[in-house]
């Protein structure tokens, strides 16, 4: 029997470790990273009973789940609590999150796990404020705006070189930077390349991502933005739906951050209909680039979808702003404009490819490339090496 080892969900084989464009060393330390952080919690229930009391009542009508009966999802754990006897205005049963450090870069780069923390409190509050008719859970305390794809390349080693404090104003700097952490990640990260025919395919395109850039950026409009408020991480099973599928909550807000519009303003990349995986790598975006006429043929009914979903996307802003002023309702109306833009002009697949590292090259080879270029299979691979020299200099 061949030999495998063990990760946070299955086991893997060396066969297949080898065929991974993520960093499976560092994924096969998940599971005892986990074990150590579930002990570090277990032994410090009482205080953690003790916090929950301050935000809801004493600690004696309190009962913290036992460890069997603790979740975790991919960045947090969650530990359940029974309210015995029902309080008035409380949940018989309400859970506590940990951001797991091991999963968001805490060792390598201090101070991750109270960014995603502050960023997910904040959030709530906006949506409260701004958006009240948005169902969210009940937040009732938090102990202490990069993305997801950001935390997953630091929690691999991987430096982003993106201050915490840096507040991005022009909208190609910002896109220039995720392109810059694609680089980082070709250097840092070990099995990133599996040949020099597939070093010369990926730097090629990353060198040719950032040629394109101005054309998916609306610079005489759009340099300076708008931007807007994005649920990075809103996906089926975060969202809730009652027995009717309508909304009922919204979840794990952690994520979310504010983009421009050309990012925010996308149909959600599951109207592919494709199985979810393990990341956003894994999220059906690139499985759609698994073959020229396979990612054709699931162009087709996704496109149909994406034109639904903007219908639907239109009579909804409009309903929203049927009591508005005339001139804030013209202003506002071009959020639909701007969604069905994106998908028109491509700009939907170049933002997947930004925030999908590992599903770059393939997004850019069958959903990009061919917007510019009909160049066959053969004249690529004269491209690639014609083209990699330009990615950067060596030494």
Avoid at 261 to 272: F, H, I, K
Avoid at 283 to 294: A, M, P, V, Y
Avoid at 343 to 363: K, N, V
Avoid at 382 to 394: A, C, H, K, L, M
């Amino acid at each position: 029997m061949e030999k495998t080892l063990p990760l946070l969900r299955g086991r893997i084989t060396l066969e297949d470790a080898m065929g991974e464009d993520e960093n499976v060393i560092h994924r096969l330390s998940y599971p005892e990273k986990r074990a150590i952080f579930y002990l570090y919690l277990d032994r410090r229930r009482a205080l953690i009973a003790e916090v929950i009391s301050r935000h809801l009542i004493s600690t004696k009508l309190l009962r913290l789940g036992e460890l069997k009966e603790w979740i975790h999802g991919s960045f947090n754990a969650c530990i359940p609590i029974s309210i015995n006897p029902p309080q008035p205005g409380l949940s018989n049963l309400v859970v506590i999150r940990f951001p797991l450090p091991y999963k968001v870069g805490e060792a390598h780069f201090p101070g991750n796990v109270e960014e995603k923390l502050r960023c997910e409190a904040a959030t709530y509050v906006w949506l409260q404020q701004n958006c009240p008719d948005v169902p969210i859970p009940r937040l009732f305390g938090f102990g202490f705006p990069g993305t997801q794809s950001l935390h997953q390349l630091e929690n691999q080693h991987i430096p982003t070189d993106i201050p915490r404090d840096l507040t991005y104003t022009p909208t190609d700097t910002y896109l220039a930077d995720l392109l810059a952490c694609h680089d980082q990640r070709m250097r840092h990260q070990p099995n990133v390349i599996h040949s020099p025919r597939d070093g010369e395919d990926q730097l090629a395109a990353l060198t040719t991502m950032r040629a394109l850039l101005p054309h998916f950026v609306d610079r005489r409009s759009r340099r300076g933005g708008p931007f807007a408020m994005a649920l990075t991480d809103l996906h089926q099973s975060n969202i809730f739906v009652d027995d009717d599928w309508r909304v009922t909550r919204l979840i794990d807000l952690g994520w979310a951050c504010v983009r421009p519009v050309e990012m925010a303003l996308n149909p959600p990349w599951w109207l592919s209909n494709q199985s979810a995986g393990a990341g956003p790598s894994a999220l059906g975006i690139d499985e759609l680039g698994g073959g020229d006429q396979r990612a054709k043929q699931a162009e087709r009914p996704v496109t149909e979808r994406v034109g639904e979903f903007a219908d639907v996307f239109e009579r909804e802003e409009h309903r929203a702003l049927y009591h508005r002023s005339d001139s804030e309702s013209g202003e506002r109306a071009s959020l639909t404009r701007t969604l069905r833009d994106n998908w028109e002009r491509g700009t939907f697949w170049y933002a997947q490819a930004l925030d999908c590292p590992s599903a770059l090259y393939a997004i850019f080879m069958f959903h990009i490339q061919p917007r510019f270029s009909d160049i066959e299979t053969a004249e690529l691979d004269e491209f690639s090496r014609f083209v990699v020299p330009y990615w950067g200099r060596v030494g």
